[in-house]
């Protein structure tokens, strides 16, 4: 299993594994007292910070699933995210309505590609 490294494990997950080359994390906001537009800012900015802690960038995520509490923050998360995603290396990304925890707005799967050792 030396292949595989895990980055900030507890008992119960990751908050990073990569493996052959490919990171898959989740992040939600640190903040959820904020509205769905406040949740989704920090959410992209946190995919920012770990792109970095882990040598790579926009430019390399492979995908990105989206969960939202309210379907109608949809138009919400697009305009952020066109802002925010290279438009020219965009990942497949898919947006999905569901119940997530107190007072979360938006949760994001994300898989990107990592420089391999």
């Known amino acids: 299993m030396n292949d595989i490294r895990r980055i900030g ?17 989740v992040e939600i906001a640190e903040d959820v007292s904020c509205e769905a537009r406040g949740q989704i800012a920090q959410v992209l ?10 040598d ?10 989206v969960y939202i509490a309210n379907h109608d923050d949809g138009p919400v998360l697009n305009e952020l995210w066109d802002a925010w995603v290279p438009a ?18 938006v949760e994001m799967v994300v898989t990107a590609a990592v420089p391999q050792a």
């Open 88 to 105: 020219e290396h965009p990942p497949v990304r898919a947006l999905v309505q569901a119940g997530l925890g107190r007072d979360c707005k």
């Open 56 to 65: 790579s960038d926009r430019t390399r995520l492979l995908q990105v699933l």
């Open 45 to 54: 900015a946190q995919i920012d910070a770990t792109l970095l802690a882990i």
């Open 9 to 25: 494990t507890s008992n119960r997950w990751a908050d990073i594994v990569v493996h052959r080359g490919v990171a898959h994390w």
